[in-house]
Antibody
């Protein structure tokens, strides 16, 4: 069955960096895009961008340009999200989600990674 | 960016009741690009309806969707206890993809 399994919760200080992983299984990794979605505590869903799992090319939403990096370990069917220079407002749950690029919806989701930024 | 206005923001319903959520877009969207997700407390979002009216795999028939242009709706024909969740609409018609603010469904 199709699964996206993400890494565990993170507690970081402001200014530090964090790297979150999303391991896919049950399908051909390079056939589908991988998207990233942020959910702040008690808030809604915000699309961060996506990575082309075939070419490795990332695309970032405007609010996520600069400190956010999407990358791949394609041989391991894994997508990564790295956030540098963490700020308090980065405290959130980060989901990876498989994208259906034609109709642009997200059909499978990871369980989410809670990142807490606190001094 | 296309803004999606969901209403109501919360619903309290009895088991067996019919509930409808509306999603209004700030610009017209092709029906192929309007989707609905269910997020249970403490869990990840789950695709329920894609392209306005198609149920995702394994989704019970009590869930349905309809709409066109700027106005879309999501209906649960007979609410069950397991349907307690927050429901989000999402558009993929225009970059960036955006989500509605969510509708929280609780049981009476």
């Amino acid at each position: 069955q199709i699964q996206l399994v993400q890494s565990g919760p993170e507690l970081k200080k402001p200014g530090e960096s964090v790297k979150i992983s999303c391991k896919a299984s049950g399908y051909t990794f390079t056939d589908y895009a991988m998207h990233w979605v942020k959910q702040a505590p008690g808030k809604g869903l915000k699309w961060m961008g996506w990575i082309n799992t075939y070419t490795g090319k990332p695309t970032y939403a405007d609010d996520f340009k600069g400190r956010f990096v999407f990358s791949l370990e394609a041989s391991a069917s894994t997508a990564n999200l790295q956030i540098s220079n963490l700020k308090n407002e980065d405290t959130a749950t980060y989901f990876c989600a498989r994208g259906r690029q034609l109709e642009y919806y997200f059909d499978y989701w990871g369980q989410g990674v809670m990142v807490t930024v606190s001094s | 960016a296309i803004v999606l206005n969901q209403s109501p923001s919360s619903i309290i319903a009895s088991q067996g009741e019919k509930v409808t959520i509306t999603c209004r877009a700030s610009s017209s969207i092709s029906s192929n690009y309007l989707h609905w997700y269910q997020q249970k407390p403490g869990a990840f979002p789950k695709l329920v309806i894609y392209s306005t009216s198609y149920r995702a795999s394994g989704v019970p028939s009590r869930f349905s969707g309809s709409g066109s242009g700027t106005s879309y709706s999501f209906t649960i024909s007979r609410v069950e206890a397991e349907d307690v969740a927050t429901y989000y609409c999402q558009q993929g018609s225009s970059n960036p993809p955006t989500f509605g603010a969510g509708t929280k469904l609780e049981l009476k």
